[in-house]
């Protein structure tokens, strides 16, 4: 089974902010990663896929690079609407999820 | 995208057997798809429980396999899970989602299923 790290798992952040959040697999798996967005009471949603390939309808200020086994989802400008809780997910069966990274306004 | 719909008690008693159903509109099941069933404890992350392609093949995450079935009805559109022998932790949301690729573009709204008596 493929573990993902993330880190941190909370982050206090402030609007406008560059906020910078880290993936760490077990093994390799190439490009296999995927980013989700998961806000109070709501379902995940997809923000990134393929650890570096945009989604359509989630803003451009939301970008994902990986170097080896480590990934990162970077929102350039944190707008009040990004405050969410964040999950990697590898796609290799089975299937994981990291354990999450949750962003707090300061 | 197709919308999905989870359905179910949300009250099962220790020992017991959980059964959810997902529906799928705007869509058929009978594509090339694998149909997903992850679960999220109270306060905590997300956890696999495993896929069906719409021919019935399924993959279960190793930990809850020996408890996991997973089920296509092609004639109503939708999916189902149970789940054998429940405890208390196994109290969680549960999604159903919809697999492109390796990724999870479609997503139910879940539904909360509580262990206990």
């Known amino acids: 089974e493929i573990v993902l790290t993330q880190s941190p798992d909370v982050q206090s952040v402030t609007l406008k902010e560059r906020v910078t959040i880290t993936c760490r697999a077990s093994?390799?798996?190439?490009?296999?990663l995927h980013w989700y967005q998961q806000k109070a009471d709501q379902s995940p949603k997809l923000v990134i896929k393929y650890a570096s390939q945009s989604v359509s309808g989630v803003p451009s200020r939301f970008s994902g690079r990986f170097s080896g086994t480590d990934y990162t989802l970077t929102i350039s400008s944190l707008e009040a609407e990004d405050v969410a809780t964040y999950y990697c997910?590898?796609?290799?069966?089975?299937?994981?999820f990291g354990q999450g990274t949750r962003l707090d306004i300061k | 995208q197709v919308q999905l719909q989870e359905s179910g008690p949300g009250l099962v008693k220790p020992s017991g057997t959980l059964s959810l159903t997902c529906a799928v509109s705007g869509g058929s099941i009978s594509t090339t798809t694998w149909w997903t069933w992850i679960r999220q404890p109270p306060g905590k992350g997300l956890e696999w429980i495993g896929e069906i392609y719409e021919s019935g093949l399924t993959n279960y995450n190793p930990s809850l396999k020996s408890r996991v079935t997973m089920s296509v009805d092609k004639s109503k559109n939708h999916f189902s899970l149970t789940l054998s022998s429940v405890t208390a932790a196994d109290t969680a949301m549960y999604y159903c989602a919809n697999k492109y690729t390796t990724y999870y573009i479609d997503w139910g709204q879940g539904t909360r299923v509580t262990v206990s008596s």
């Open positions: 093994q390799s798996i190439g490009s296999t």
């Open positions: 997910h590898q796609g290799t069966s089975p299937i994981t």
